[in-house]
T-cell receptor
């Protein structure tokens, strides 16, 4: 059981470039979410999904897109990277949505 | 407008003593509360949780207390060990609005040998 797998672990982008952060889980969880962690800000919810085909915005959705075509995968797309998107990104999945969530190892993104 | 606040950015305690981490929330509609632990370069890991129908939940050295009237929860670690040194996040959720955990800013705990 791999749990929640995020790729890549590290990424450097130039301003204006696009990229996709990958997230996959093998626990058959319906609920998945993306968070970003910034110093002094805790973990802030970007987007979340309550099942395949259903996504919704979190606290800081601007500049990010998501889709959920399968139960296992929940990619996060940055359409035009900005320095303000420099952060550590975490993907999480959970069985019930409001209880324990399992997190991936994170992706450290730097936008220059 | 922060819905969850951890007002102490850091806490330092001696090995063997009690560590108390605090968390305040603003919305009385939250009915499920969690604590996560995070080591550097790793993802957060679940530690302990409590639902609003309880005021205390214990798991080994870890106890979470919930005071609904004060909208306050705390995590007690007894006895504290050097391996407990990490960042601790509290999180809140609503069972009627699944999929969203709202986190506090985190408290860095250092346990000195």
């Amino acid at each position: 059981n791999a749990g929640v797998t995020q790729t890549p672990k590290f990424q450097v982008l130039k301003t204006g470039q696009s990229m996709t952060l990958q997230c996959a889980q093998d626990m058959n969880h319906e609920y998945m979410s993306w968070y970003r962690q910034d110093p002094g800000m805790g973990l802030r919810l970007i987007h979340y999904s309550v099942g395949a085909g259903i996504t919704d915005q979190g606290e800081v959705p601007n500049g990010y897109n998501v889709s959920r075509s399968t139960t296992e995968d929940f990619p996060l797309r940055l359409l035009s990277a900005a320095p303000s998107q420099t952060s550590v990104y975490f993907c999480a999945s959970s069985y019930e949505g409001y209880t324990e969530a399992f997190f991936g190892q994170g992706t450290r993104l730097t936008v220059v | 407008d922060q819905q969850v606040k951890q007002n102490s950015p850091s806490l330092s305690v001696q090995e063997g003593r009690i560590s108390i981490l605090n968390c305040d929330y603003t919305n009385s509609m939250f009915d499920y509360f969690l604590w996560y632990k995070k080591y550097p370069a790793e993802g957060p890991t679940f530690l302990i949780s409590i639902s609003s129908i309880k005021d205390k939940n214990e798991d080994g050295r870890f106890t979470v207390f919930l005071n609904k009237s004060a909208k306050h929860l705390s995590l007690h670690i007894v006895p504290s060990q050097p391996g407990d040194s990490a960042v601790y996040f509290c999180a809140v959720s609503r069972s009627s609005n699944t999929g969203k955990l709202i986190f506090g800013q985190g408290t860095t705990l250092q346990v000195k040998p």
